[in-house]
């Protein structure tokens, strides 16, 4: 697919997170909520694929991740999972979808497993939603917690808002995440936290710790699709990184190796965006495992004042 050739892989486990975590093997972790993008991501080697409620600002055109149905995710995930048989899919739950009652949570996650076929929900919240996150767990559902900036919430935070970097900030999201390790969840997603607090807090848990704009002293990294890619107009984080510049170098090459683009293209669809999306995933992948990314230039800066005054915490 998109030029990729080789054995079929076999779908990323629960026991290869936790051996990935002890090892210290860095997991690749990015966004798909369709069929062609989702082809790229598993053709690319990504461990994990996450159908985000982002999908509601990026593919369905909304301001926000808010206005996101239960119904919308449920299409998108089902999209993402047909293009993506063999990858490790989380289904994202989006606002309203669990906050009324554990009843509404099990029922809804339990819609992407049957529906959609994840193999996983994320949601966002801490300790005010640790009920919720132990009842769908022992549902039978694996679980992934979401801290630190969550988009859902961001009219709390006074906008979006780098997490972490005061006293009262880093230990509320402490306590958020062990309250979540306690309820139930099998890993955690930090967002938009400077590299330091949220190694400290990774640190305090025995589950892994992913990040997204949260440094690079992490079991992993996610990724918008749309940002690696460079198809979303409206804003770009700063911790996002542009891939396609350096995929279209390879592009380039690939095309000069290769001629006879009717061939290239009815033989292997490997002349074409598909193949580029492919590459810049790959070298996404290559980067994270290494450690490349996201490094000092992808992450927030902390002062030394502030690091200074994060020190004096009793979690640290």
Known sequence: MFGKKGEPRTKRTLVDFRRMKAKGEKLTWITAYDLPLAQCAEAAGI????????GGMVQLGYQTTNPVTMDEMITLAKAARKGAPNTFLVGDMPQ????????EGIRNAMRFVKEAGCDAIKLEGGRRVADKVKAIAEAGILVIGHLGLTPQSTASFG?????GKTIGGFEEVVEDALALQEAGIFCLLLEAMPTQPAAKLAQKLKIPVYGIGAGTDLDGQLIIMH???GLYASFRPWFAKCY???AAQRYEAHLAANPDLRKLGREDRADGLGYIAAEAISIYVDEVRSGAYPGEEYSYPLKAEELAELTR???W
């Open 159 to 163: 906008g979006y808002r780098v997490q």
């Open 227 to 229: 940002d690696l890619l």
């Open 47 to 54: 461990d994990m694929i996450l159908v985000g409620d982002s």
């Open 313 to 315: 915490s009793k979690y």
């Open 96 to 103: 309203g979808s669990y906050e009324v009652s554990k009843e």
């Open 244 to 246: 396609i510049p350096q």
